[in-house]
Each structure stands twice: as C-alpha cells, then as structure tokens.
C-alpha cells in the first residue's frame, strides 16, 4: 500500500526525489521486516495480558513428557499475532499488482483460520485434540486446491509462468535441460501436496518452546535469496537462466512477505524462547508451514523443500514410522513421537534439543542454497 501510493510521487517535487528507493526490493525487504518486528515487539505485552485474561491457555497431552505438564494455562493462539505482524508489512510495502502476493498471503490468511478454530476448539472443549483431523485436512486441501487450480488456469499471468506452470525443478540439476513435466491435472495434486505436507509437518513440529519458529525463519530466509535469484536480472543478465533454475519474474516479490516472516518470527520468539510466556497454537504453525509451501511452489522448488524443511520432514516421519510400527508389529520405533519428545524423554535437556534443531535447519539451508551452482 505505502508503495502503490509513495512510488508514484516520486517525480512530483524535486525533494521527493527520495522515494525512488522503494523500486529497490531489498529496501522495501528490509522495510517489512522491521514493520513486523516493530508490530510484535509493540503488541505482545498487550496481547499476552489479553489471552491470561481471557484464560486462553494451553492445553497438555496426558500421555506427553511429564516436564510439559508445568506448561498447561501457557497462553496459546500467538500465531494470531504473527499472522497479524506478517500481513500488514506485506500488503504495506509489496507490490499488490503482483498475483503471487496475493495467492502467498490467501493461503497463508486460510490456513491460519483453519488453525485458529482447531485451537478454539480445543480451548472450548479443554482438549488437545480440537478439530477432527479429516475436517481439517478437507479445508486445507480443498483452499490449497482452489488456489492452485487458479494459479494453473489463469491465462493473464505473465507469458514466463504460463511456461514453467507443469514444470518441477530437481534439486543439483539443470532445469533447462532436466525438466520433470506434469499433466496440468496432476500438477495440481502434487502442488497441493506440497502445500498441505509442509503445512502439517510445522505443525507436527511445534512441540518445545522456539523449536518451530526457528527452522521456520531459516527457511524464509533462504526463500528470500531463492526468489530473488528466479525473479531479478543484474545488467541485462538473467541470474536464473546463467544459474539454471526457473525463471520466474513475479518471485522477486514474494522476498517481501518472507522478509515480513523473519520479522514476525524474531519479535515472536522473543516471548516464545524458553521458557515460552505464549505458543503459537495452530492458527501459527499451520498458517506458517502453508506459507512456506506455497513459497516452494511458486519458486519451482518443491523438491528443494524437502531438503530445505528437513527438519519438518523429519519430524513427519517419525510420527508415520510410529503409528506404521505400532500397527504392524505393536511396538514403537522411538520412545515417543515426534522425534523432540524421543529426545526428551531420554534425558536431553529442552534447549538442547530445540537449539540442536535450528542448527540442522541452517546446514541443511546451506545444502538447498549450495544446489544454486552444483548442477
């Protein structure tokens, strides 16, 4: 919004001859992230006073880590704010004539009401179960569906995308030579996937006091550079095309809702930190792993996700292998899943584990971005 209306004054009096920065997506990157960060650190007192007050506190597992039992009453729904934080900044500093915005932060608003009424129900009902798993994964699947299914069909997007639509890129190949072609029916389905698998793997992993915020920012932080390299050009060269990954013009703006993320998460996790005064909840985690699917399926890097979000892979996969175990053979693989509360309950201390964690999430950042020139 403030770019739509402070760009065009540019030429209006020499004086405003400043407001040329704002073409410069790194400056506006930078904007929004400071406006989430200023956004959180402004309204968490207040907003952790609201949800005590309120009495809209946490509930625990009965079968969980006995240590997690001092934090049932923790104020929960945090991710309402973080949506909040990331939202504004986004819609002030992007350039809202590009539909990639728009269909990041629809999903991203979608998926937090998803996550916003599991938590609700859980406080109605004093439960940790809330929303019936098949209902949610209907809404997520049926809000990932109708946006992709337009992003596909939509024929007034730049002629760039209506080339790449079907294409997948595979992580350390060339794209331009290696292409993986989807039918446009079966791009749809897998895109979907991807956006649903992420959403509900940051979920499985918001578990410990940080754990997820973490991975989450190192994973935005990543797509910054991922996006900005598929959608900018340096002197007439075309940094995708001379690196071999998809060129997509429209990408370079999604830095700014990713820059809003990093943002939102710091002032978040200044609060969430052990030990945590709020959680997240699902209206958080559920949003957040939704927006960075769609990241990954903006930016053709669906296949690169599962290497960057390794940490959400893993955390998935411990939970598959648990129940898969237990019903072919009755025993468990790990002491409990996911994986953090395995490591909990062999003795690992809560900020070990959580700050172990984030530093997988960045080597394995480190991996995705060395596959930009190992090709």
């Given amino acids: 919004m403030l770019y739509e209306l402070l760009y065009p004054l540019r030429h209006e009096a020499p004086w405003l001859g400043w407001l040329n920065v704002l073409r410069y997506v790194p400056f506006?990157?930078?904007?929004?992230?400071?406006?989430?960060?200023?956004?959180?650190?402004?309204?968490?007192?207040w907003f952790i006073r609201r949800l005590q007050s309120r009495q809209i506190g946490q509930a625990?597992?009965?079968?969980?880590?006995?240590?997690?039992?001092?934090?049932?009453?923790?104020?929960?729904?945090?991710?309402?704010?973080?949506?909040?934080?990331?939202?504004?900044?986004?819609?002030?500093?992007?350039?809202?004539?590009?539909?990639?915005?728009?269909?990041?932060?629809?999903v991203t608003v979608g998926y937090g009401l998803i996550g916003f009424i599991d938590d609700y129900l859980k406080l109605k009902y004093g439960s940790s179960r809330?929303?019936?798993?098949?209902?949610?994964?209907?809404?997520?699947?049926?809000?990932?569906?109708?946006?992709?299914?337009y992003l596909y069909m939509d024929g007034s997007l730049p002629h760039?995308?209506?080339?790449?639509?079907?294409?997948?890129a595979l992580p350390f190949v060339a794209f331009e030579k290696h292409p993986i072609v989807l039918p446009g029916w079966l791009y749809v389905v897998f895109a979907t996937f991807t956006v649903v698998a992420m959403s509900n793997a940051v979920n499985l992993t918001d578990g410990l006091d940080g754990l997820a915020i973490g991975p989450v920012m190192v994973n935005a932080f990543t797509y910054i550079i991922l996006a900005y390299v598929a959608g900018v050009s340096f002197f007439g060269i075309n940094i995708a095309r001379y690196l071999d990954v998809p060129p997509i013009p429209l990408a370079s703006e999604l830095t700014i809702f990713c820059g809003s993320v990093i943002g939102a998460g710091i002032?978040?996790?200044w609060y969430n930190t052990f030990p945590a005064q709020v959680f997240m909840g699902d209206v958080g985690?559920?949003?957040?792993?939704?927006?960075?699917?769609?990241?990954?399926?903006?930016?053709?890097?669906e296949?690169?996700?599962?290497?960057?979000?390794?940490?959400?892979?893993?955390?998935?996969?411990?939970?598959?292998?648990?129940?898969?175990?237990?019903?072919?053979?009755?025993?468990?693989?790990f002491r409990m899943a996911p994986i953090h509360h395995h490591f909990e309950l062999k003795g690992w201390a809560e900020p070990k584990i959580i700050v172990r964690f984030w530093i997988i999430s960045i080597m394995l950042a480190l991996v995705a971005l060395g596959s930009l020139k190992l090709r």
């Fill in 160 to 168: 760039d995308w209506l080339v790449l639509r079907h294409r997948l």
């Fill in 130 to 149: 809330g929303m019936p798993g098949k209902f949610k994964l209907l809404f997520q699947v049926s809000l990932a569906g109708v946006v992709f299914l």
């Fill in 28 to 45: 506006r990157l930078i904007a929004a992230m400071l406006t989430a960060m200023f956004i959180c650190f402004a309204l968490s007192p």
């Fill in 285 to 301: 985690s559920l949003a957040l792993g939704g927006a960075l699917g769609t990241m990954a399926v903006l930016t053709k890097n």
């Fill in 60 to 106: 625990v597992r009965d079968d969980g880590p006995s240590s997690h039992f001092s934090k049932a009453g923790t104020p929960t729904m945090g991710g309402s704010l973080i949506l909040f934080a990331l939202v504004i900044p986004t819609v002030l500093w992007a350039d809202l004539h590009n539909p990639f915005i728009w269909l990041i932060l629809a």
């Fill in 303 to 333: 296949f690169l996700s599962i290497i960057l979000g390794g940490v959400f892979v893993l955390e998935t996969l411990s939970v598959v292998t648990q129940v898969t175990s237990f019903k072919l053979t009755g025993k468990r693989v």
């Fill in 267 to 269: 002032g978040f996790l």
